[in-house]
Nanobody, 126 residues
Framework: QVQLVESGGGLVQPGGSLRLSCTLS????????MGWFRQAPGKEREFVAA????????NHADYVMGRFTISRNNADFTIYLQMNSLQPEDTAVYYC???????????????????WGHGIQVTVSS
């Protein structure tokens, strides 16, 4: 059983920053690819960023490139999403997700991810 717990969401003004965290706990050993997705009201869930088990492979969606950065700390099985220059269109529920794989090329499709957190709200508004 794999559990993912997100934290760090909230309300921020346009141009501001937030850092999301997600901690994985599992009864089976990895390695795990971990990533972030988001879903705005009335829209499909979309890929944001992902990182390989050893941090050597990362992928960021074009619409967050240069503003968001994914990283991980394997010592405590946690990934982070540093979000800078936030805009109202970044408002969404952000989900942490994971799948078991040692490949450094990470998947971007939601169907590739076997495990999901409950999600955390990020609201960008003045």
């Amino acid at each position: 059983q794999v559990q993912l717990v997100e934290s760090g969401g909230g309300l921020v003004q346009p141009g501001g920053s937030l850092r999301l965290s997600c901690t994985l706990s599992a009864q089976t050993h990895g390695p795990y690819v971990m990533g972030w997705f988001r879903q705005a009201p009335g829209k499909e869930r979309e890929f944001v960023a992902a990182i390989s088990f050893d941090s050597s492979g990362t992928n960021h969606a074009d619409y967050v490139m240069g503003r968001f950065t994914i990283s991980r700390n394997n010592a405590d099985f946690t990934i982070y999403l540093q979000m800078n220059s936030l805009q109202p269109e970044d408002t969404a529920v952000y989900y942490c997700a994971a799948y078991k794989d040692d490949n450094t090329v990470v998947h971007t499709a939601p169907r590739s991810y076997a495990y999901w957190g409950h999600g955390i709200q990020v609201t960008v508004s003045s």
